[in-house]
């Protein structure tokens, strides 16, 4: 089973930027695809970014499309989600998760593990 650690998260202010990180530890898999999910109060949880291993599959949610940047280093075992023009309704608790099947998703059903989250706060 791996690991997902989430860092990187805190206060910011509106247009400010901020980059999380998630370490894989444990079982890590090759070929697998990476995923960043958020829940903001009172809200389900949705879909942010995806990467594959390769990073040649990238999917956005429209909300962060421009503004967000998904990216891996393999040999670290790390993805990143850089996030600049930051708006109050990007405050959420940013998930990191694994899914161990090739091919790319946005269904949170679809990825098997996750990481405990990372509180991210934008002030207007």
């Known amino acids: 089973q791996v690991q997902l650690v989430e860092s990187g998260g805190g206060l910011v202010q509106a247009g400010g930027s901020l980059r999380l990180s998630c370490a894989a530890s444990?079982?890590?898999?090759?070929?697998?695809?990476m995923g960043w999910f958020r829940q903001g109060p009172g809200k389900e949880r949705e879909f942010v970014a995806s990467i594959s291993w390769g990073g040649a599959y990238i999917l956005y949610s429209d909300s962060v499309k421009g503004r967000f940047t998904i990216s891996r280093d393999n040999t670290k075992n790390t993805v990143y989600l850089q996030m600049n023009s930051l708006k109050p309704e990007d405050t959420a608790v940013y998930y990191c998760?694994?899914?161990?099947?090739?091919?790319?998703?946005?269904?949170?059903?679809?990825?098997?593990?996750w990481g405990q989250g990372t509180q991210v706060t934008v002030s207007s």
């Open positions: 444990g079982r890590t898999f090759s070929y697998d695809v």
């Open positions: 998760a694994e899914r161990r099947v090739v091919g790319p998703s946005r269904e949170a059903a679809a990825f098997g593990s």
